[in-house]
């Protein structure tokens, strides 16, 4: 459960610098989980329409889908990867 969950319209409804969101991993075959890790998330970068915000790219390295989650919600995929540690 999120207390504060920021994508409720009465919280601001998107994510903003500092929040947490988390990589869920994937299952090895021996049933272990292997990935699953939190970060924060970065600043909102925008281009006309397209709004994306920056993550550290380290924390999906071991995952074939990269879908960033918000608590239980599937908010983003990963896109695209700068050379640096910078995900967005």
Request: hydrophobic letters at 40%; aromatic letters at 6%; charged letters at 25%.
């Amino acid at each position: 459960m999120i207390l504060n969950n920021y994508l409720l319209e009465a919280n601001g409804g998107a994510l903003r610098p500092g929040v947490v969101v988390q990589c869920k991993g994937h299952l090895a075959p021996g049933g272990d989980r292997v990935g699953a890790m939190l970060c924060n998330a970065g600043v909102e970068v925008t281009d006309g329409a397209d709004v994306r915000f920056t993550t550290a790219r380290h924390c999906w390295e071991s995952e074939v889908e990269k879908v960033v989650y918000y608590g239980d919600t599937a908010v983003a995929k990963i896109e695209e990867r700068r050379d640096d540690d910078i995900t967005w």
